[in-house]
């Protein structure tokens, strides 16, 4: 899996001084060093002036230690915290995408289920409506015929929770969709602080979502999840225009 | 000759199982898995007695479906029930202009659907 961070962007605040100052640093000693050299090496003495180099060279190598060991460790790891999270929230992305398969599974199940089931139910119908025909001696055995006819039609009707539970389980997955951009969003912008405001925040997000509801039910999550007291209105089941 | 109902879903479930109501009350049952293939339907002569659509279908929507249908000559004026799981009122308003003639949401009891099936289609 590869890590969406981009590392160009500017560093967080307080950290982009500290390699300034050690560059610095360094320049000043080198500079040094290299002054003392030249002075002495137009003075004739040329071991002493190799001899000046090389302790200066160490010396700011030893300074840049110093203040390596002061301002080194605290960009890396706010690096390595950066590329963690971008790690985690591509995880979450698989995660999300788990779901929408699952989702996916679930509806082809149920979907190829209720159809052998409708069959079924269709067929045994026709069958008892045979049979209703032909039974006509006794009173009782009429009685038993239609018993097993009757909760048919209702079960038929009842099948319609597959193409519900189908469209609850696709917006599930639009949502997770728009998480994913977010998190996407969100993991690029861990290189540029700036840009965090710049970040769409997910109420104005899943707000968007709620154009694709189509269920009073569905709205209500939402509005509990926003924090909405909001009961709306859904109309009556059924009405004649 | 009993009435010839269209059902128009691209639910397989919803298909199967309202023809089966219907049918079983006496009713003809043609049906269409989209919006584009009711329209392919009924400008190939299919002249059902009620379409009963749903709002929400991938390509042509219900109500695009509804609109097209009360441009064509011959079967402009022919009641057309929705039946979805959307609830929404804004919804709703967009089907009574499109001049829908009812709106049930799904699920719907197959008693309440004949109830109303019926009231359109008194003679069956």
């Not at chain 1, 006794?138 to 038929?156: F, K, N, Q, Y």
């Not at chain 1, 509005?223 to 059924?238: C, T, V």
């Not at chain 2, 400008?43 to 097209?68: A, E, Y």
Request: proline share 4%.
């Amino acid at each position: 899996m590869t890590s969406p961070v981009t590392t160009g962007g500017t560093a967080p605040s307080g950290t982009a001084e500290r390699p300034a100052r050690l560059l610095r640093a360094i320049a000043v000693a080198v500079a040094l060093a290299g002054s003392a050299a030249a002075v002495v090496l137009a003075l004739g003495g040329g071991e002493l002036a190799l001899a000046l180099v090389s302790l200066t060279s160490l010396g700011g190598v030893a300074i840049g230690y110093v203040l390596g060991r002061e301002d080194g460790p605290m960009p890396g790891a706010i690096r390595m915290l950066m590329f963690r999270v971008a790690d985690e929230l591509a995880q979450y992305r698989a995660f999300t995408k788990l779901l929408r398969d699952q989702g996916e599974r679930i509806t082809e199940s149920t979907g190829g289920a209720a159809s052998v089931i409708v069959s079924g139910l269709t067929e045994m119908d026709a069958n008892v409506d045979r049979l209703r025909a032909k039974v006509d001696e006794t009173e009782e055995l009429r009685s038993l015929v239609e018993a097993i006819g009757a909760p048919v039609v209702d079960m038929l009707g009842q099948l319609q929770f597959q193409d519900v539970t189908q469209q609850q389980i696709a917006f599930l997955s639009r949502l997770s969709l728009i998480v994913d951009q977010h998190m996407i969003d969100l993991a690029k912008q861990l290189g540029d602080r700036r840009s965090m405001d710049r970040v769409g925040n997910f109420k104005e997000m899943f707000n968007k979502a709620l154009d694709d509801c189509v269920m009073t039910s569905q709205r209500e999550d939402h509005h509990a999840a926003a924090g909405i007291d909001l009961q709306e209105a859904g109309g009556p089941k059924i009405e004649m225009f | 000759m009993p009435s010839i109902v269209f059902i128009v879903d691209d639910s397989a479930t919803i298909l199967m199982s309202m023809e089966a109501i219907l049918h079983k009350a006496g009713f003809t049952v043609d049906k269409a898995a989209s919006g584009e293939e009711a329209v392919t339907k009924l400008q190939g002569g299919l002249k059902p007695n009620m379409i009963i659509t749903d709002i929400h279908m991938p390509g042509m929507s219900g109500i695009d479906l509804i609109r097209k249908v009360r441009t064509m000559p011959g079967i402009q004026f022919i009641p057309i029930l929705v039946v979805t799981t959307e609830s929404q009122q804004a919804k709703r308003d967009e089907a009574r202009a499109a001049k829908a003639t009812g709106w049930l949401v799904k699920p719907v009891q197959p008693d309440d659907l004949l109830k109303v099936v019926k009231q359109i289609l008194p003679n069956g």
